[in-house]
Nanobody
Framework: VQLQASGGGLVQAGNSLRLSCAAS????????MGWFRQAPGKEREFVAA????????HYAESVKGRFTISRDNAKNTIYLQMNNLKPEDTAVYYC?????????????????WGQGTLVTVSS
């Protein structure tokens, strides 16, 4: 499966941004999906995940209550709605896909990665 992330940009702290990730190349509902981010000089970290049908989600503590992951299986797309952004949210954001029957949603082991989209939050 191929993943194309978009929607990054420069925003002021307290504002919102929505990221999208379009998938192609395979049956979208075969995959659990996730968002990760990597800030300058730091390791990549988990942000949010959604299961193959969109019935389950979970989040990193640092974004819980501010970010919402969702998916539209008719459009083969997932989203990350980011509200009340903080300067520490500045990072390159990556979407990822993992084969659902292998337990990606619980294991956190993803098989495919998008190219990343940069989010910069100014104070």
């Amino acid at each position: 499966v191929q993943l194309q992330a978009s929607g990054g940009g420069l925003v002021q702290a307290g504002n919102s941004l929505r990221l999208s990730c379009a998938a192609s190349g395979d049956t979208f509902t075969n995959y659990d999906m996730g968002w990760f981010r990597q800030a300058p000089g730091k390791e990549r970290e988990f942000v949010a995940a959604i299961n193959q049908y969109g019935s389950g989600t979970h989040y990193a503590e640092s974004v819980k209550g501010r970010f919402t992951i969702s998916r539209d299986n008719a459009k083969n797309t997932i989203y990350l709605q980011m509200n009340n952004l903080k300067p520490e949210d500045t990072a390159v954001y990556y979407c990822a896909a993992g084969i659902a029957y292998s337990g990606t949603y619980y294991s956190g082991k993803y098989d495919y990665w998008g190219q990343g989209t940069l989010v910069t939050v100014s104070s």
